[in-house]
């Protein structure tokens, strides 16, 4: 028997707030959207980021409080950053919110650091699925980029990258099985510190 594990947003169940008003959960989504959605040919500047904003405004991907949620200062910083200018360098090869699902031995989420039930079989395999938020997707290598929002300052960041870096390596074993190529890069972009962290 498999058994199934759905991966969820923590906290992002239905959450009442006023006008205007976004929880901290609200606007990690707001941020996220935008990334998915942004044209990569309009990510030179703040102008152009906050134009794309409007434009996703106008076209319902996102709310008015979602577009005054946004750092368009800290988006515009990763899109100049050495990181941002690789991926508009390959924007043909950028894939977001790329869903999966895949099948885990115990010996691998072991691996990976996960937290097993120690009352399940050991020959027991787990189905988890996830959204990936950009791959880079080339003919004989893969790169990942997750965004975090949290509000991390610069002396959390390398506890914080730790914290997730298990979630990094089952996105890169379960894409390198889809795509059938290795992932030779992985990054944590944190918006909040504007800080990219390699895993």
Aim: hydrophobic fraction near 45%; proline fraction near 6%.
């Amino acid at each position: 028997e498999i058994a199934e594990v759905l991966e969820k947003i923590p906290g992002a169940a239905d959450v009442k707030v006023e006008a205007d008003k976004l929880s901290p959960v609200e606007i990690g989504t707001a941020h996220h959207a935008f990334q998915q959605f942004v044209s990569l040919e309009c990510v030179g500047n703040g102008v152009e980021l906050r134009e794309e904003a409007a434009r996703m405004l106008r076209q319902g991907f996102l709310s008015e409080a979602e577009v005054k949620a946004l750092d368009v200062e800290a988006l515009a910083e990763f899109w100049r950053s050495e990181l941002g200018l690789a991926l508009r360098a390959n924007a043909r090869s950028v894939h977001r919110e790329i869903p999966f699902t895949a099948r885990f031995s115990m010996r691998e989420l072991l691996e990976f650091g996960f937290e097993i039930d120690p009352a399940l079989p050991p020959d027991e395999f787990i189905v988890l699925q996830g959204v990936v938020d950009v791959a880079v997707i080339l003919p004989q290598e893969i790169w990942l980029v997750d965004f975090k929002t949290d509000q991390v300052s610069p002396a959390e960041l390398a506890e914080k990258a730790r914290h997730h870096q298990p979630q990094l390596a089952l996105y890169d074993r379960a894409l390198s099985r889809i795509y059938n190529r290795p992932v030779t890069n992985r990054w944590l972009h944190f918006l909040a510190p504007r800080r990219t962290v390699p895993v």
